[in-house]
């Protein structure tokens, strides 16, 4: 019996110390863009499904006049989405995404930075190392992709040179946030694109900090806990058995 309380303070002491994944921020497009742009549409229409009630942002992308809409890009500089990545404990983006296109192959990425957009000269870009690939008319399925040094490689601008913050610095003042397909993954641009795409849920996620009295409580638990199966050890003929 004593085995049995031991084991279960250990993992009491153990999982009292772990922390779980929180969701930060949903754009579900159930309102609004949620600050999604530019060529970002609420649409209801899923070209997968007869109908849908569930709204969703939609890109026709290369359907505009001229270069407008032609990259598979969005952004958003929302403060829900930027500010201190540090702060905000920021581990992964997720988001749901589908590909139209009849011939071109999406090669999904991230892209954070602490400028507003890639032809600013000595902004600092971070872009996922692996795309997600969505092969031509493929439905909808999740993608999720790291926050962290090891995942993300430093990306070029446009017009001079990019910065030479590290990337934690660069964590401290995320400006703008970058939805793209890339094949190389060289900038935050995006590639020349063609068809109808789909983006729902997508999601900043975190660690949870404990606070540092949640921590102490929990150690303190713990230690009641352990004081009472000691004094249970310690008498276990107490009621005459
Ligand atoms: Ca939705």
């Known amino acids: 019996m004593f085995n049995f309380y031991k084991t279960s303070y250990f993992f009491l002491v153990i999982f009292s110390n772990l922390s779980a994944e929180v969701i930060l921020n949903t754009s579900n497009f159930s309102n609004d863009l949620d600050g999604w742009v530019p060529w970002v549409s ?21 359907y505009g006049p001229g270069n407008q809409g032609s990259r598979l890009v969005t952004y958003n500089r929302s403060s829900a989405w930027t500010g201190n990545y540090i702060d905000k404990a920021v581990t992964r983006m997720r988001m749901n995404f589908f590909n139209d296109s009849p011939y071109d192959t999406v090669f999904l990425r991230v ?23 969505y092969a031509p008319s493929s439905g909808w399925s999740f993608a999720s992709f790291d926050i962290n040094e090891a995942s993300m490689k430093r990306g070029g601008v446009i017009n001079g040179q ?28 995006g590639d020349q694109f063609y068809g109808v795409v789909g ?39 107490s009621k005459g058995e």
Not at 205 to 232: G, H, Q, Y
Request: glycine letters at 8%; zero cysteines; proline letters at 7%.
């Open 42 to 62: 609420r649409t209801y229409v899923d070209p997968n499904l007869p109908s849908s009630s569930n709204y969703y942002g939609q890109m026709q992308v290369g």
């Open 162 to 189: 990019p910065g030479f913050l590290s990337f934690a610095d660069t964590l401290t003042n995320i400006q703008t946030v970058r939805i793209l397909s890339s094949v190389l993954g060289g900038s935050g641009v």
């Open 199 to 237: 983006l729902d849920d997508i999601q900043l996620i975190s660690v949870a900090i404990p606070e540092p009295n949640t921590a102490l409580f929990n150690r303190a638990i713990a230690l009641v806990f352990l004081l009472v199966v000691l004094r249970k050890f310690s008498f276990p003929h």
């Open 111 to 133: 892209a954070i930075s602490d400028g507003a957009s890639p032809q600013i000269e000595g902004s600092n870009w971070w872009i996922s190392k692996t795309p997600v690939e």
